[in-house]
């Protein structure tokens, strides 16, 4: 029912930022649980961030506190991932994703639906 579009990927220095946008389809993304995830080569798909479809309350994964800030603005369809601090650890396909509820889950599977992804570089 929803289809997701990430953009704003790119390569940056380390302690650079970068404003990651992904826009959704459809008429009910206010009622989506919205998340990001990322993957680096060879390894397994994490949680990075959460933002809630009621509240707009928020959950880090703990290498995101202080430094990442997701955000959501339903007029627009549109989540954000504001990256700051950069390290060459963040390099990864960064994925939107949604889920319909409230609950802001940390678990690939509790997630139905899934960007392709962009990709962040974090040079050193």
């Known amino acids: 029912q929803v289809q997701l579009v990430e953009s704003g990927g790119g390569l940056v220095q380390t302690g650079g930022s970068l404003r990651l946008s992904c826009a959704a389809s459809g008429r009910t993304f206010r009622t989506y649980t919205m998340g990001w995830f990322r993957q680096a080569p060879g390894t397994e798909r994490e949680f990075v961030a959460g933002i809630s479809s009621s509240t707009g309350g928020t959950k880090y994964a703990d290498f995101a506190k202080g430094r990442f800030t997701i955000s959501r603005d339903n007029a627009k369809n549109t989540v954000y991932l504001q990256m700051n601090r950069l390290k060459p650890e963040d390099t990864a396909v960064y994925h939107c994703?949604?889920?319909?509820?409230?609950?802001?889950?940390?678990?690939?599977?509790?997630?139905?639906?899934w960007g392709q992804g962009t990709q962040v570089t974090v040079s050193s």
């Open positions: 994703a949604a889920r319909s509820g409230f609950s802001i889950l940390v678990s690939n599977g509790e997630y139905d639906y």
